[in-house]
């Protein structure tokens, strides 16, 4: 059972950058990915990045390619998403999550952190 914290939300002004980080505890990470979603207020979850446990491969959404990147520390069993370039359309709660790839790249994954908020003004 993999257990997910978040943390590094906040709130930024537009075109500023912030970090997000998840630590995973209570199991094997192995083949798994990690990676992040995000809801905005009224919006379905969407897939935002992943990155693969084993070899490091990521994936974006299209609407962070370049903006965002997610990278992973071994050690530490921890996934950071470091955000560039800000717009209020990030403006949402952002959830990190674990499972096999595929199932994060079509938001089913199994294990969810509780979520942080992250807030973009004009």
């Known amino acids: 059972q993999v257990q997910l914290q978040e943390s590094g939300g906040g709130s930024v002004q537009i075109g500023d950058s912030l970090t997000l980080s998840c630590a995973a505890s209570?199991?094997?990470?192995?083949?798994?990915?990690m990676g992040w979603f995000r809801q905005a207020e009224g919006k379905e979850r969407e897939f935002v990045a992943q990155?693969?446990?084993?070899?490091?491969?990521?994936d974006y959404a299209d609407s962070v390619k370049g903006r965002f990147t997610i990278s992973k520390d071994n050690a530490k069993n921890t996934v950071s998403l470091q955000m560039n370039t800000l717009k209020p359309e990030d403006t949402a709660v952002y959830y990190c999550?674990?499972?096999?790839?595929?199932?994060?790249?079509?938001?089913?994954?199994?294990?969810w952190g509780q979520g942080t908020h992250v807030a973009v003004s004009l």
């Open positions: 999550a674990a499972d096999i790839p595929w199932k994060l790249r079509v938001g089913a994954p199994d294990y």
């Open positions: 209570g199991g094997s990470l192995g083949t798994y990915a």
């Open positions: 990155i693969r446990w084993n070899n490091g491969n990521t």
